[in-house]
C-alpha cells in the first residue's frame, strides 16, 4: 500500500463495519505520526457496531471507532520534544479545550468541548484509532521506555484511569469493604484501582463465570454470581458501591449493599427510563456519584501500568489483525469468551 493511504476500521451504522483505505493526513509542527501499537476494543465501540449508537450519541457518518489505544512513533513535526520516532507511546484519548470553566475549575473529563476520540458525540465524528497510521498531538502522548512494558498493556491506560476516576469519586477508602457489579473490563479496573486506594476489602459481583475468575485475577478478595443470590442478602455490606455493569439488576444490588451513609459510585450507562430511588437516597442518607470518562488520572493510570504496580496482562484475551476487525468486535462481544480484544497490526 502507497504510504500516503492508510487502512482504518469504520462502523457505518448497526452492523456495518467496513475496512477502507483514507490518505493519512500531514503533520503540523507540533504533530506526530503513529503507527498502532495496539487498540482495545471498549464497551462503547461495541455499541457503537452493535447499535449504532451509544445512548444519545448516534453514528451519522462513517466512525473510526477506538480510544483506548498504544503507538509507535514513526515520524515526528519539527517543534515536538516529547517524544522520538521507534518510542512507543500511550494515547490519552480526551482533548479538553482547557480555557472553559470546567476545565478551570481542575475537571477537565467534564469540558463543554470535549473533543473524545472514536466518539459520535460531536459531528463530524472525533474519529479514533483504529487504522494503521494516524497523526496526533504530541500533548496527548507519554513515552513508555520501559522494555518490558507491551504495547498491549499500555493501551489498557485509558480503561485503567475509568476505575482510578471512580475510586477517586468515591473519596477515601482505607479500610473499607468495596463492592464492584459488573466484572468486566471496567469493572475489574475498578477492583483494581479499589487495591491501591487501600480497600480492606473487596467484592466483585457478575452473573458470568469467567468474568468473575478474572475479578479475583485482578485482586478481588470474594467473587458473588449476583444471579445467584438475592439483592437482600447482600444488605449493608459495603462502604462503596461501584456500578460497572451499565444494568438495573446491577444498580438494585448496589442500592441493597450499601450501607447508611455510604456511596454509590455510578460508572455504568443505565437505561433512561430507569426509576430513581431517591426515597432510599434519603433515608439511609446515601451519596450516589456519577462517573463520567477521567481526567487526571490518565497520567496515574500510565505511571501505574509502567512500574506493574497494576498488572492489567490478565485481562487481554486476545489480539487481533486489524485486517480481521470483525472477527474481533465479534469475539469482544461474547463475554463467555473474551475480557479485552485488542485490534493490532500484523
Known amino acids: 500500500m502507497d504510504k500516503r493511504w492508510t487502512l482504518a476500521c469504520m462502523i457505518h451504522g448497526r452492523l456495518d463495519l467496513r475496512l477502507q483505505e483514507e490518505e493519512a493526513p500531514p503533520l503540523g509542527p507540533t ?33 473510526i ?3 483506548e489505544a498504544s503507538g509507535i512513533v514513526v515520524a515526528i513535526g519539527p517543534s515536538v520534544t516529547r517524544v522520538q520516532p521507534g518510542q ?42 483504529f487504522r494503521e497510521r494516524f497523526v496526533m498531538g504530541e500533548r496527548q502522548l507519554t513515552a513508555i521506555d520501559e522494555p518490558g512494558i507491551t504495547l498491549g498493556e499500555i493501551a ?32 475489574a479496573m475498578c477492583v483494581m484501582a479499589a487495591r491501591l486506594a487501600g480497600a480492606a476489602q473487596v467484592i466483585a459481583c457478575d452473573v458470568n463465570d469467567r468474568a468473575l475468575g478474572i475479578a479475583r485475577q485482578a485482586g478481588a478478595d470474594r467473587t458473588v454470581r449476583s444471579d445467584q ?13 461501584i456500578e460497572a455493569a451499565g444494568h438495573p439488576s446491577a444498580l438494585a444490588t448496589c442500592l441493597a449493599a450499601t450501607k447508611r451513609g455510604g456511596r454509590i459510585i455510578q460508572v455504568g450507562t443505565l437505561p433512561p427510563e ?12 446515601l451519596d450516589y456519584r456519577g462517573c463520567f470518562r477521567a481526567h487526571l488520572e490518565f497520567d496515574w493510570a500510565v505511571q501505574a501500568i509502567r512500574s ?39
Open 229 to 241: 443470590v438475592a439483592a437482600s442478602e447482600l444488605g449493608d455490606l459495603a462502604d462503596v458501591t
Open 88 to 129: 512507543k507511546v500511550a494515547i490519552n484519548p480526551s482533548h479538553p479545550c482547557g480555557r472553559c470553566d470546567y476545565c478551570s475549575a481542575g475537571r477537565g473529563n467534564l469540558c463543554r468541548k470535549m473533543f473524545f476520540l472514536g466518539s459520535a458525540s460531536v459531528f463530524p465524528h472525533a474519529q479514533g484509532m
Open 31 to 63: 504533530d506526530v505520526l503513529l503507527r498502532l501499537g495496539a487498540g482495545g476494543i471498549c464497551g462503547s465501540d461495541m455499541h457503537y457496531f452493535e447499535h449504532g449508537r451509544v445512548g444519545a450519541f448516534e453514528v451519522r457518518e462513517p466512525l
Open 156 to 187: 489498557c491506560a485509558e480503561p485503567l484511569s475509568i476505575g482510578l476516576h471512580a475510586v477517586n469519586r468515591a473519596g477515601p477508602m482505607i479500610g473499607e469493604t468495596v463492592l464492584v457489579t459488573g466484572a468486566g473490563t471496567i469493572g
Open 65 to 67: 471507532p477506538g480510544h
Open 274 to 285: 430507569l426509576p430513581f430511588p431517591a426515597n432510599s437516597l434519603m433515608q439511609r442518607e
Open 308 to 346: 506493574r504496580r497494576v498488572d492489567v496482562r490478565p485481562l487481554i484475551t486476545a489480539q487481533i489483525p486489524l485486517s480481521r476487525s470483525l472477527e474481533a468486535f465479534e469475539l469482544a462481544l461474547d463475554r463467555s469468551r473474551s475480557t479485552k480484544v485488542q485490534l493490532v497490526l500484523e
